[in-house]
């Protein structure tokens, strides 16, 4: 068998670091892996490593071990070899007969869930049916391009399949103060009034001459938001009285610290049925959840 087997980018470490008596022999074999993996592969911080499974190798003597390391955005898993007395280590991909053993014994990354009753969707405001196949929950800001892009992309999909998606917005501007929390705020007001003023303001920000005035000062945009409600009848009262008791203002802080528990870093981002996909989003993915 030696002559069909390779490895690549091949690393060999003794581990002496775990005491023998600390752990059952199947928990120190884990360990040494997490622990000579953490040591010798360069990975973002914080991200999260964990053990899998345990089983025999096709190297002699060698278990294979397969770890998860979590991301912000997607779950890799990756396998590394440990010798059964847990002294050596072998990171790397093994061949055998020209197949990559270890990409094949790991599988595929997938997109990190989400369990979607944590969101509070019911705070947000939402298009679709209620009982669509397909929640799309996406953070997003007033002031992001690409954002502005996913909208009106995910505008044509809700057009053509108007029965099977949810879609639920959620407030990200990054900091709790600036221009774009601004916006948030406003928005949040206008659903005070009622999810259709929410949006009729959304909808206007996601313009270009939206995005003119959203860089005015804010008593202007203020201004601008006041006449758009106006003109479809609304109670300004209510959308003023949001902002001035900071009712709107708690609302964006809740989704912004939402958000950050669930450790993410750009706009837009999505969980959809539960799996969270970070930047714009091909409709064929979207539509891939739908079984087409």
């Given at each position: ?166 879609y639920v917005f ?49 008593g202007a945009v ?71």
């Amino acid at each position: 068998m030696g002559k069909n087997i390779f490895w690549t980018g091949m690393l060999i470490a003794l581990a002496f670091t775990v005491p023998v008596a600390a752990f059952s022999q199947e928990d120190r074999i884990a360990q040494v892996a997490i622990d000579t993996f953490k040591s010798h592969v360069r990975v973002p911080p914080g991200t999260e490593i964990t053990f899998l499974e345990k089983k025999e190798s096709p190297i002699p003597d060698f278990y294979s071990i397969k770890l998860l390391l979590v991301f912000p955005d997607k779950e890799v898993p990756a396998v590394i070899y440990v010798d059964k007395a847990g002294e050596k280590v072998i990171i790397g991909n093994l061949f055998i007969r020209g197949e990559n053993i270890t990409t094949k014994e790991a599988g595929p990354p997938r997109p990190k869930k989400i369990d979607m009753g944590l969101l509070e969707m019911e705070k947000s405001p939402f298009l679709g049916d209620k009982g669509a196949k397909v929640t799309i929950v996406e953070f997003s800001n007033f002031q992001c391009p690409y954002c502005m892009d996913s909208w009106s992309k995910l505008m044509g999909l809700m057009k053509r399949y108007p029965q099977d998606f949810k879609y639920v917005f959620k407030h990200f501007p990054f900091q709790p103060g600036g221009k774009t929390f601004e916006l948030s705020e406003m928005a949040v007001a206008a659903q005070e009034v009622s999810n259709e003023a929410f949006w009729l303001i959304h909808d206007f920000f996601f313009t270009k001459e939206g995005q003119n005035i959203a860089n005015l000062e804010k008593g202007a945009v203020k201004q601008k938001v006041e006449q758009l409600l106006k003109g479809k009848g609304y109670d300004v009262k209510i959308f003023q009285s949001a902002l001035e008791t900071g009712r709107a203002r708690n609302r964006v802080l809740e989704d912004m610290a939402l958000a950050n528990r669930l450790r993410m870093t750009s706009t837009p981002t999505k969980i959809v049925n539960g799996d969270l996909i970070v930047g714009l989003t091909p409709d064929s993915t979207l539509e891939g959840y739908l079984g087409k």
